[in-house]
């Protein structure tokens, strides 16, 4: 097979004149940071997930550590993930103190398997932070019942999935508070960013406190004088500023087209590769709509007489970006320092040995995705 005359990376942004054209309106608007975009971003998230509140940040990673902060996770506090995510997820629990607990994945959908959640819990557990992983929604229905059970607090990291459906509603107003990321390969972009939402005023409260330096007005403003603020918490300058914001409100227009587009893509894939031996295929469970962010097969090596390794190389060697999505995270030299074994979770560990990321993103045609599927046809002859 000839190699594609351009790389075609694993996901990308879509940005079109429409976009621009937010943007630059808003250079040319009084208020590069702290104006009237950002919250009006947050109001069109949190009606379209359908929750009440939303707080924006200046990245995804920023806005967990928000909601880790606002859960009130501390020293010695115990927080329950997946090993198949961003290191972000867990990082956001050892900024505030708290220690990661790895649960083991459901090797169906490749997400944190509710049954190991409950294996993890102990007196010290204090929140569950399940990953939406590709974009197909966690059960979190179950994940919420065990939740108030013991007492914890859900963040649900929905970095793949805003426009996915769990149960035909829309992720992000089931979970205490949830975090969508706004990275340029996620659903929709802003360059960076972040957001939660959450039914919460309480949270919200302490986001917005936590977001900014810990500094609010407060009622004694009026007697002291009008410059008079507190800060009452240690917080950071963790702002989306209204340029992000612009270029997001201007993506959140289309996005139900590109999660339409992200449909059709891994439905072409499912159709197409159905048959070829040695890849198995993703599935999602009965009432998930998934947005498909990542479109992950795994690769029975056997059957191929091909490591996943010789598979990705050959994969590059045609200008397709596959790529492989997560090593688990308590691999990385960081987490083993801290003293988290191999072994700890074998599913998740088996199912990242075999697994390999295919490109998906709005702006891919078919023929991109025709072009992808005969190469693994050819690899795997
Ligand atoms: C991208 C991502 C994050 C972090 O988001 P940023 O906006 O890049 O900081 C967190 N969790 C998961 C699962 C992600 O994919």
């Not at 950002?38 to 929750?51: D, K, M, P, S």
């Not at 083991?104 to 049954?115: A, G, H, K, V």
Request: charged letters at 25%.
């Amino acid at each position: 097979m000839k190699k594609r005359t351009s790389f075609i990376s694993y996901g990308k942004q879509q940005i079109d004149e429409d976009d621009i054209a937010a943007v630059v309106e808003t250079l040319r608007s009084p208020f590069l940071t702290q104006g009237p975009k950002v919250e009006e971003f947050e109001q069109v998230v949190a009606n379209y997930v359908g929750a009440k509140y939303a707080v924006a940040f200046s990245n995804g990673t920023t806005a967990l550590h928000g909601a880790c902060y606002a859960a009130g996770i501390g020293d010695g506090d115990e927080v329950i993930t997946t090993p198949i995510t961003f290191a972000a997820t867990s990082n956001a629990v050892l900024y505030c103190g708290g220690t990661p607990i790895f649960a083991d994945i459901d090797e169906r959908t490749y997400n944190i398997d509710p049954l190991e959640i409950e294996k993890k819990i102990t007196s010290k557990t204090k929140a569950i932070m399940p990953v939406d992983f590709t974009g197909q929604p966690v059960d979190i229905d179950t994940i919420m019942n065990i939740a108030e059970v013991h007492n914890l607090v859900v963040i649900q990291d929905g970095a793949h999935s805003l426009g996915a459906d769990y149960k035909r509603r829309k992720v992000g107003s089931q979970a205490h508070m949830t975090m969508f990321s706004f990275h340029p390969v996620k659903p929709i972009t802003t360059g960076e960013g972040g957001i939660i939402t959450t039914n919460s005023e309480e949270y919200f409260e302490k986001l917005k406190l936590f977001r900014s330096h810990g500094i609010s007005k407060t009622p004694y403003a009026e007697e002291q004088g009008d410059w008079y603020y507190e800060m009452t918490e240690l917080g950071y300058n963790y702002r989306m500023n209204d340029i992000q914001a612009a270029l997001g409100l201007s993506q959140m227009r289309k996005i139900d087209g590109f999660i339409q587009r992200r449909r059709e893509i891994a439905a072409l894939y499912n159709e197409k590769l159905a048959e070829v031996p040695g890849i198995i295929l993703p599935k999602q469970l009965a009432g998930n709509d998934s947005g498909w962010h990542l479109y992950m097969i795994q690769l029975n090596s056997e059957e191929l007489m091909k490591s996943r390794k010789d598979v990705f190389d050959e994969m590059r060697a045609l200008n397709i970006g596959v790529h492989v999505h997560y090593i688990p995270v308590y691999w990385h030299p960081y987490y083993q320092g801290l003293g988290y074994d191999r072994g700890l979770c074998p599913r998740a560990e088996k199912w990242y040995e075999q697994a390999m990321t295919l490109p998906v993103f709005a702006g891919m045609t078919d023929k991109d995705v025709l072009f992808i599927v005969r190469a693994l046809e050819d690899v795997a002859r």
